[in-house]
């Protein structure tokens, strides 16, 4: 079965540095469009940042130019790198796969910035 597991997640100073990770398994990674989603506190679920298969990015434009998403085919693995961070980033972050019937998602991992 699909399985997404989020990890890297934790309490960082405004101007800091993070890198999430995304293992997956149970489909075929390496043609997989992949995405990276967040939740604060009284808000919907947003998109971050998206990968293709070809490894082409697009962000959402508060995370433009500090976010970097990337993708390892040969370990199956989703990464975020997120530099300069805010307070305002502040959320659940979850990694995202969709094929053609159904949605999956991670359990997420929390990331605090302190100001």
């Known amino acids: 079965q699909v399985q997404l597991v989020e990890s890297g997640g934790g309490l960082v100073q405004a101007g800091g540095s993070l890198r999430l990770s995304c293992a997956t398994s149970?489909?075929?990674?390496?043609?997989?469009?992949m995405a990276w989603y967040r939740q604060a506190p009284g808000n919907n679920r947003e998109l971050v940042a998206r990968?293709?298969?070809?490894?082409?990015?697009n962000y959402v434009d508060s995370v433009k130019g500090r976010f970097t998403a990337s993708r390892d085919d040969a370990k199956n693995t989703l990464y975020l790198q997120m530099n300069s961070l805010k307070p305002e980033d502040t959320a659940v972050y979850y990694c995202k796969y969709a094929s053609s019937f159904l949605t999956y998602w991670g359990q997420g991992t929390q990331v605090t910035v302190s100001s």
């Open positions: 990968i293709s298969s070809a490894g082409s990015t």
């Open positions: 149970g489909f075929i990674f390496g043609t997989s469009t």
